[in-house]
């Protein structure tokens, strides 16, 4: 069974930083477009950013030039770097990993922007 398995989430303030890291097996991860989701209570699940096995990135509107995805290959793991942190960015985050295999998603971390 494959596993993703999330990290780095937490509490911080408005116009804060945090970094979310992604782990997948090897055997997946180097062929996978990796995806970065978000599900804030009451919505449903939202797509925020994803990286291609070749390291092109797409964003959506709102996190352009807040956030920035990216891979380390080496690791295999995925990154979420994210700054100016607003209140409407609080949600469980969620990486997703897509193969021709298949897709494989994480257990979620929950972050949350509040003074």
């Known amino acids: 069974q494959v596993q993703l398995v999330e990290s780095g989430g937490g509490l911080v303030q408005p116009g804060g930083s945090l970094r979310l890291s992604c782990a997948a097996p090897?055997?997946?991860?180097?062929?996978?477009?990796m995806t970065w989701y978000r599900q804030a209570p009451g919505k449903e699940r939202e797509w925020v950013a994803t990286?291609?096995?070749?390291?092109?990135?797409k964003y959506l509107d709102s996190v352009k030039g807040r956030f920035t995805i990216s891979r380390d290959n080496a690791k295999n793991t995925m990154y979420l770097q994210m700054i100016s942190l607003k209140p409407e960015d609080t949600a469980v985050y969620y990486c997703?990993?897509?193969?021709?295999?298949?897709?494989?998603w994480g257990q979620g971390t929950q972050v949350t922007v509040s003074s």
């Open positions: 997703n990993a897509v193969t021709s295999a298949g897709r494989y």
């Open positions: 090897g055997s997946i991860f180097s062929i996978a477009a």
């Open positions: 990286i291609s096995s070749g390291g092109i990135t």
